[in-house]
């Protein structure tokens, strides 16, 4: 059984910075991709970024150049590091397991928050 847990929310003023983590557990495919989504109040849950366990990496367009993806594979963990943060940015952020950069896996977490504002 897969287990992902999200940690590292909060709330951050515009224009600031946050890291966020995700460690999975459990049996996890050798090729896999773990990622980031986000969804508002109302709105449909979109693709943050996303990286492969060969560190390929991919982005959606409103975070480009102010997000950065990584990932330990010892750890298991993957991050998100959010800079420039915009008050759109708010969301709960989901932890995504894959197995390829294509899919989106049926493996979620439940989420952290992050509110950006003044």
């Known amino acids: 059984q897969v287990q992902l847990v999200e940690s590292g929310g909060g709330l951050v003023q515009p224009g600031g910075s946050l890291t966020l983590s995700c460690k999975a557990s459990g049996s996890i495919f050798s090729t896999n991709t773990m990622g980031w989504y986000r969804q508002a109040p109302g709105k449909q849950r979109e693709l943050v970024a996303a990286?492969?366990?060969?560190?390929?990496?991919k982005y959606g367009d409103s975070v480009k150049g102010r997000f950065t993806v990584s990932r330990d594979n010892a750890k298991r963990t993957i991050y998100l590091q959010m800079n420039d943060l915009k008050p759109e940015d708010t969301a709960k952020y989901y932890c995504n397991l894959a197995k390829f950069l294509r899919d989106v896996g049926p493996y979620w977490g439940e989420g952290t928050q992050v509110t950006v504002s003044s």
């Open positions: 990286i492969t366990n060969m560190f390929t990496s």
